[in-house]
Every structure is written in structure tokens, then in C-alpha cells.
């Protein structure tokens, strides 16, 4: 069993910066693809980013492109989300993923940290 708690998040002005972090504990998360996602009011949950288990394959959602980068650091069994450029529709419950097997179902989830962008 792997937990995820997520860190990180606040208020922050159009335009500001926030970084993200997942931190796993339980078992290590060095094999796996790990994603972000997030939860706005209203809306149906997004995908935001995701990385491959060596950090050499991303992939991101077209509205966070060159503003979000998905990182990890495999020793410190911890992902990261670098948030630059905050718009307010950035606003929403952030989530960090596991996906164990490589098949793109994310099998153990965070509890979520509240992203609050102001405009």
C-alpha cells in the first residue's frame, strides 16, 4: 500500500508561482508513472501532468504547457509540480496518482491540496 500527501498549495496572485509536492510513503514509487490532477468547483476532475518512472517522459495537459513542469526525485520517493504564470482558472483541489502497473489507472490517490489563484 503507497500513501500520498500532498504539500504546497495556498493563495497566490495572477502571474505567481507554487510548488507542489507529493510525498510517498509505504513502499517505494521509484517504478511507477505518477500524475497530478486536479478538482475545480463545478467541473469533473483534469489530469494536469504526469511522468514516467525515470522522469525522462512527461506529459501535460494543453492549458498547463510551458507554465507547469512535473518532476521527481526517486530518492526522496517525492513528486513535484513547479506552477509558474498562475492564471485563476488554475483554481482547484490538486491531487498527486500513483499508477503501479504502467496502464494509465492511477492506483492510489492523495487527499489533495487547495490551489487558490486571485485575480
Known amino acids: 500500500q503507497v500513501q500520498l500527501v500532498e504539500s504546497g498549495g495556498g493563495l497566490v496572485h495572477t502571474g505567481g508561482s507554487l510548488r507542489l509536492s507529493c510525498a510517498a510513503s509505504g513502499r517505494t514509487i521509484s517504478s511507477y508513472r505518477m500524475g497530478w490532477f486536479r478538482h475545480a468547483p463545478g467541473k469533473e476532475r483534469e489530469f494536469v501532468a504526469a511522468i514516467n518512472w525515470s522522469g525522462s517522459t512527461t506529459r501535460y495537459t494543453d492549458s498547463v504547457k510551458g507554465r507547469f513542469t512535473i518532476s521527481r526525485d526517486n530518492g526522496k520517493n517525492t513528486v513535484y509540480l513547479q506552477m509558474n504564470s498562475l492564471k485563476p482558472e488554475d483554481t482547484a483541489v490538486y491531487y498527486c496518482?500513483?499508477?503501479?502497473?504502467?496502464?494509465?489507472?492511477?492506483?492510489?490517490w492523495g487527499q489533495g491540496t487547495q490551489v487558490t489563484v486571485s485575480s
Open positions: 496518482a500513483a499508477d503501479r502497473d504502467g496502464h494509465w489507472h492511477y492506483d492510489y
